[in-house]
């Protein structure tokens, strides 16, 4: 189980992102219909939140997860707030400024926001033609030196380009550097995983 080093040090939270094999609890998660909408969850009853790629909560008890193999799990704490999040940012989302966006939607002071980036693609990986390439701001974007036509995207720093451009301190974004595509005991849709997926979750201590 992967793990964020700054969230492991908020007591009254627990995370994890699971590699080949591990289960993960159970948990809500959004449609993932690769958009940019969040939605509150006030209860544990619903188990998929519809046309949402992004959730919140400020309940105890409840876990939040989000479904991954290539795209970029973002999760979010407000300590102080008691907020936590989920946001499946694939390259769409990234595209529409999901991450950007969840924390305008949250309505907090962003310097006490923390953000832990788990797994993904890496930009070395993600090659794309120049339509997908064109919908990125150009500092993430890099020309491929082998391939005519073909770029590289850096979906990494484009969130945490979004929540820098809001005020989120970089000091509380912590990006978890391990490509899904490079690595075996992570999935990878482009390395062929084409149902499988790991699992970014995270809750408040009852």
Not at 3 to 15: A, D, L, M, P
């Amino acid at each position: 189980m992967l793990t964020f080093k700054f969230f492991s040090t908020i007591s009254s939270v627990e995370h994890g992102i699971t590699e080949r094999g591990e289960a993960a609890p159970e948990s809500i998660r959004g449609e993932q219909v690769h958009g940019d909408t969040a939605a509150w969850v006030e209860h544990s009853e619903q188990a998929i939140v519809p046309r949402a790629d992004a959730l919140l909560t400020r309940k105890t008890g409840i876990t939040l997860a989000i479904l991954a193999a290539d795209c970029v799990p973002v999760l979010l704490v407000e300590p102080r707030a008691g907020i936590i999040g989920t946001i499946h940012a694939g390259w769409r989302g990234t595209a529409l400024d999901i991450t950007r966006k969840t924390i305008e939607f949250l309505k907090v002071k962003p310097f006490g926001l923390r953000v832990g980036i788990g797994p993904a693609i890496c930009q070395n990986c993600f090659v794309v033609g120049e339509e997908v390439a064109r919908q990125f701001d150009r500092a993430v974007v890099r020309e491929s030196e082998t391939e005519e036509g073909k770029w590289h995207v850096d979906l990494w720093q484009a969130n945490v380009n979004q929540c820098l451009e809001l005020g989120v301190p970089e000091r509380n974004i912590e990006v978890m550097r391990v490509c899904t595509f490079e690595h075996q005991n992570l999935y990878s849709f482009r390395r062929g995983d084409r149902d499988a997926r790991h699992v970014a979750w995270i809750r408040r201590k009852a």
